[in-house]
C-alpha cells in the first residue's frame, strides 16, 4: 500500500505534505502573537517593525508642533509632502507588521495590493505583471520565476543609473543647478548605495544564488526601515525645524501692512 508521501509523489501537482501539515498544526495551534513568528522569522520581523514603528511615534510626537510651523509657513508643497510622508509610513508601517500574509494561503490578493500601494513609486508594468501575467512579484522567493528578477534588474537599473547620473553632476560644471545642500548629496549617496547593492542582488539571485536572495532580503529589510526616515531627514527636518520662520513671516506682513510693498516703480 503506497505511502502519504508516496501518493503525493505520484500526484500531478507536487505539495509539500510535511511542509503543509506542520504549517495547518502551527496554524491551528499557536496563539495570538505567533504572527511576529510567521513568515521569514522573529528577527526579520522585528527588524523591519520596530524601526518603522519608532518613526511613526516620533511623527506622532512632532505632529503638533510640525502643524504649527506647517500652517505658519504656508507652503502648500511642503504641507502636502508632510502629509504624504504620513500616509506612506502608516501603509509601510501596516506592510511591515503583515509580513504574514506573503507566506499565508488565501492573502495573496491583499498582500499584493498592500504592496502596490506601499511601493506606490514604482513601473505601472509591475501592476500588469501582478495581474495580468500572474507573476509573484512581491512574495519573494528562491523559486520564482526567473523574468521577475530580469524585471527587478532592469528596474535596478534604471534607478541606480539616475542616481549614479545625479552624483556625476555633483562632480561636473553643472554642480550649480542641484541643490546646495549636503543632505541632499548625503541622501544620493545612500539610495545609489542601496539600489547598486540591490541590483548585484537581483542579478545573483536570478541566476540561482542563495547568496543573492539573502542580500537582496537585506536591502528590502534596510529600504523599508530607514527610507522614510532618511527622507524626513534630507527635506523636511530643517524646515520644521526653523524657528524663525514665523518670525519672518510676522515681518513681511507688518512689512506689508506698512505700505513697503506698495511703491509705484514707474
Keep these: 500500500m503506497p505511502t502519504l508521501p508516496g501518493l503525493a509523489a505520484e500526484s500531478p501537482i507536487a505539495i ?3 511542509r503543509t501539515l506542520d504549517s495547518n498544526i502551527l496554524e491551528e495551534s499557536a ?3 505567533q504572527w ?20 511613526v511615534l516620533y511623527l506622532a510626537f512632532q505632529a503638533k508642533k510640525s502643524f504649527v510651523k506647517l500652517s505658519n509657513g504656508r507652503s502648500y508643497i511642503m504641507i502636502s509632502y508632510y502629509g504624504t510622508l504620513w500616509l506612506i ?7 511591515c507588521s503583515l509580513q504574514g500574509w506573503e507566506c499565508g494561503s ?7 495590493i498592500l504592496s502596490l500601494l506601499t511601493k506606490s513609486g ?7 505583471y501582478v495581474f495580468g501575467f500572474g507573476v509573484p512579484l512581491f512574495v519573494d522567493s528562491i523559486e520564482n520565476p526567473h523574468h521577475k528578477w530580469g524585471l527587478w534588474v532592469v528596474h535596478r537599473l534604471v534607478l541606480t543609473a539616475v542616481y549614479g547620473f545625479i552624483l556625476f553632476l555633483y562632480h561636473s560644471k553643472w554642480r550649480e543647478r542641484l541643490p546646495a545642500r549636503p543632505a541632499f548629496y548625503k541622501y544620493i549617496t545612500i539610495m545609489f548605495t542601496l539600489n547598486a547593492i540591490a541590483l548585484l542582488a537581483c542579478a545573483l ?3 540561482g544564488a542563495n547568496f543573492g536572495f539573502w542580500l537582496y532580503g537585506a536591502t528590502i529589510v534596510c529600504y523599508h526601515a530607514f527610507y522614510l526616515p532618511l527622507i524626513y531627514v534630507t527635506f523636511l527636518a530643517d524646515f520644521l525645524q526653523e524657528e524663525g520662520l514665523h518670525l519672518e513671516n510676522a ?5 506689508k501692512d506698512a505700505g513697503f510693498f506698495d511703491v509705484d516703480w514707474d
Design 251 to 255: 515681518y513681511y506682513s507688518e512689512m
Design 106 to 112: 488565501g492573502n495573496e490578493v491583499a498582500w499584493n
Design 122 to 128: 514604482m513601473l505601472f508594468l509591475e501592476a500588469i
Design 31 to 33: 496563539p495570538h502573537g
Design 16 to 18: 509539500p505534505v510535511s
Design 89 to 95: 509610513s502608516l501603509l509601510n508601517l501596516a506592510w
Design 36 to 55: 511576529l513568528f510567521e513568515c521569514h522569522g522573529f528577527w526579520h520581523n522585528v527588524a523591519l517593525i520596530v524601526p518603522s514603528l519608532l518613526f
Design 205 to 207: 539571485t536570478g541566476r
